[in-house]
């Protein structure tokens, strides 16, 4: 067993002594000044808004963050080019839709790509798309902003570490704070002589507090924004943590790690696989039911959809975790993966495959009883994914070059980038109306399109419809959407869809209204 326990912090404990200090160029002084506008606007286009100033300010930011690498003569390779392309593609989805939960989403992992991008542009192309994927992210997230967050404030500093200039700070700061009791004592004095002088500073009383008004103290943040954007800069740029999460360092560990018996894990793994078997003997007729569109009898619909899809759900994830447990932590002779260790992921891949395509023929019977709902559809493509993720193991028992986290980061940014610029909203809302249009659904939850602008297009032939219920909830929806799409918008809220859909709506509401002026003259003649 390889005994070397080193951390997979660090690959060895350096001397303090051998620690050379921070050196800043004027580019260095230039771009920490810069990150503080760039973290003032975050502050007021990120974190204050949700539409297109989100993506113009990603556009700002990554050419701020470029500029900074050429500036530091880095090499832009293939790969770090890739990954800026799809961080302003993502960034699209604020100037195009409205919907607010998933523009949270992807805020996070565009802030997650972006840190990334920085640790990418100062490796020299160094960073493949491999196993330390999870690694090269938490050092770019945490390790290397955080191990120079103050390099914003040195930098800035650095024209001015004269000793003279700092004598002299020194006596200015020292000779203001002695003036500050006789400026308090003459300043009520004056104010209690002479009622001008009173008004005058009630006057920078009522400024100073203007100034200090909620909007203004949460511009503050772009303090922290900035040292944590600069820090992540400097540290990139100039390989302040090249021993920090190092491939040599995380292989080491990963061997040092794998302390659990091959019979252990073979003893733990029969009986899993055994429950499988007697479960899919067992409970088959009830599970499996769906592939044949029908559900077990005494039970509802969406109580079988419900009941089976989620379980099966956290059955597959558990055993996903297993997977990656025995991968880490058991012993592996010579660095490869014994031939039995492979015949059991291999049954539990396959059994898994089977519970996933189960779970989606649960959800398909779901969704043609009761329609869709982005509810349904997020989760089936989530199932997708894992479905993905089991056969790229399978893949990876047989082929041994194959790069199972290069083929799962794709594989996930295909789907996600499918799942939230397909517009799901408006998917839903057009399928259940033409469903209930075609007489599959007996009614329509309304619910749902309060939240999808676009949907007015599709519910307005509703509100003419021969059932007085639907009708009723038709034109309330039409009432309510409208008096929300009329709302102003800032220019940091703008967004297509919302634009579209207010568009759609007056064009046919003054159509409307033109139709009941010609009835009326109509009549009157």
Not at 30 to 41: E, N, P, Q, R, T
Not at 496 to 506: D, G, L, P
Request: hydrophobic content about 50%; charged content about 15%.
């Amino acid at each position: 067993m390889n005994t070397d326990t080193r951390s997979v912090w660090m690959e060895s404990e350096p001397k303090k002594a051998q620690i050379p200090p921070n050196v800043y160029e004027n580019s260095h002084v230039l771009f920490a000044a810069l990150s503080f506008i760039v973290g003032f606007l975050y502050v007021r286009f990120v974190f204050m808004g949700r539409g297109i100033s989100v993506t113009i300010f990603t556009a700002i930011f990554l050419i701020f963050v470029l500029s900074y690498f050429h500036a530091q003569k880095k090499i832009f390779t293939k790969y770090s080019m890739i990954v800026a392309s799809v961080i302003e593609l993502f960034s699209l989805y604020f100037i195009i839709f409205p919907y607010q939960t998933e523009k949270e989403i992807i805020l996070l992992l565009i802030q997650v790509a972006c840190a990334y991008l920085i640790f990418l542009l100062g490796s020299d192309g160094k960073i493949k798309l491999d196993e330390m994927l999870p690694f090269d992210l938490l050092k770019s997230i945490i390790v290397m902003p955080f191990s120079s967050f103050g390099s914003a404030v040195a930098a800035l500093f650095h024209p001015f570490q004269k000793k003279s200039f700092k004598n002299n700070l020194i006596l200015v700061v020292g000779g203001l704070f002695l003036s500050i009791p006789v400026f308090s004592i003459i300043t009520v004095l004056l104010t209690n002589a002479d009622s001008g002088f009173s008004t005058m500073l009630q006057t920078i009383t009522t400024f100073t507090e203007n100034i200090f008004n909620w909007n203004n103290i949460m511009n503050l943040l772009l303090i922290p924004v900035a040292l944590y954007l600069f820090g992540a800069l400097y540290s990139s740029s100039e390989n302040k943590c090249v021993g920090t999460l190092s491939r040599e360092a995380c292989e080491n560990t990963k061997t040092a790690v794998k302390i659990i018996p091959q019979t252990l894990l073979c003893s733990a793994f029969t009986p899993l696989l055994a429950l499988y078997v007697l479960f899919f003997i067992s409970q088959g007729s009830y599970f499996l039911s769906a592939f044949s569109n029908v559900k077990p009898d005494n039970i509802s619909y969406a109580q079988y959809a419900r009941h089976g899809f989620f379980e099966l759900c956290a059955v597959a994830i558990i055993n996903f975790l297993i997977i990656l447990f025995s991968d880490i932590f058991v012993k592996q002779p010579e660095r490869k993966r014994p031939r039995f260790i492979t015949g059991y992921i291999i049954t539990l891949s396959i059994f898994t495959l089977v519970l996933i395509a189960t779970s989606m023929s649960k959800m398909y019977l779901y969704i043609r009883i009761y329609g869709l709902t982005v509810k349904r559809m997020y989760p089936s493509v989530f199932m997708l994914f894992l479905a993905t993720v089991f056969l790229f193991i399978l893949l990876n028992c047989f082929v041994k070059k194959f790069n199972f986290i290069k083929s799962t980061a794709v594989i996930f940014v295909v789907l996600f980038f499918l799942s939230t610029f397909g517009n799901f909203n408006e998917i839903c809302a057009k399928y259940n109306i033409a469903m209930y249009q075609n007489g599959d659904l007996q009614s329509i939850d309304f619910t749902p399109f309060y939240d999808t602008p676009g949907a007015v297009k599709y519910v307005l032939p509703l509100a003419y419809s021969k059932d007085a219920e639907i009708a009723k909830e038709a034109n309330s929806f039409l009432q309510t959407m409208g008096a929300q799409l009329n709302t102003p918008l800032t220019w940091k809220d703008f967004n297509f869809v919302s634009q579209n859909a207010k568009h759609f709506f007056q064009v046919n509401t003054m159509r409307q209204i033109e139709k009941k002026l010609l009835r009326n003259m109509q009549i009157s003649l």
